[in-house]
């Protein structure tokens, strides 16, 4: 048996998240079916992180173990052939140790939310990016967020159906700038909490429109109160940058 790294890029738009789900089609279900078609082998793939429906990524770290020897060069370019048209590629594709592992393994993940700040409206990055008309001011969304960088019982920030035992999380980086029409942010840390990137930039979004003030930012955090939340951000504008790991 053979663990392979893959990893992948793809657009969230088509499906009900990365993981399989009973009710709709998943990335994760599309990437076992493409292995299944080159190997005969039912396979699990195992994943660095969870991403919503419309979520993106741009560097998924996953795994599958696989008895069929295969080399894999070839195992990613079969398996990206039988992918087709789902919007999933994999990217690179290399052999692991056993005790190697995408998720628990992973000592850090790397997310950017996108968001197109313009009066006209999307039409190329039309379910890619979060569309706001109203001018932003992307400094003072970067110093707003830097309250929120730290060791936080980050309840405020997270999805009511979160699983995770503890809300209490250290982010290690939440930047925000502007590029012309586009405001990026940043978001670093060892691991997220269900929505809790999309419900920060939910929130600077507010900021950044004038709705809120800086401070409320902290003032929201120290409620441990989702009651106390801004604003969650569109999944669209969300990408799954980097998982980072021990060894690389």
Avoid at 16 to 32: C, F, I, T
């Amino acid at each position: 048996m053979t663990r392979f790294a893959l990893t992948l890029e793809f657009d969230g738009g088509p499906f009900m998240g990365l993981q399989r789900q009973d009710h709709g089609p998943s990335v994760q279900r599309a990437l076992e079916a493409a292995v299944h078609a080159v190997t005969g082998e039912t396979v699990t793939m195992h994943s660095a992180g969870r991403t919503d429906s419309g979520v993106h990524a741009l560097a998924m770290r996953s795994h599958v173990d696989i008895a069929k020897a295969i080399e894999p060069f070839r195992l990613m370019e079969a398996v990206n052939a039988h992918l087709r048209p789902d919007p999933i590629a994999v990217l690179a594709c290399e052999v692991k140790p056993d005790d190697w592992h995408a998720r628990f393994s992973c000592v850090g993940r790397q997310y950017e939310y996108r968001i197109v700040n313009r009066r006209a409206p999307l039409t190329l990055e039309r379910g890619r990016a979060w569309h706001i008309a109203r001018e932003l001011d992307a400094d003072a969304m970067h110093r707003a967020a830097q309250a929120l960088v730290g060791h936080h019982d980050f309840t405020t920030f997270r999805s009511a159906h979160c699983q995770a035992n503890d809300p209490v999380k250290t982010l290690d980086r939440l930047d925000v700038r502007r590029e012309g029409e586009r405001v990026i942010i940043e978001a670093a840390a060892r691991s997220f909490l269900h929505h809790q990137v999309r419900s920060m930039v939910g929130t600077l979004a507010l900021v950044g429109q004038g709705q809120w003030r800086e401070e409320q930012v902290p003032e929201a955090l120290a409620a441990r109160d989702r009651a106390a939340l801004g604003l969650n951000a569109p999944a669209e504008g969300l990408y799954f940058v980097r998982a980072l790991y021990p060894d690389e």
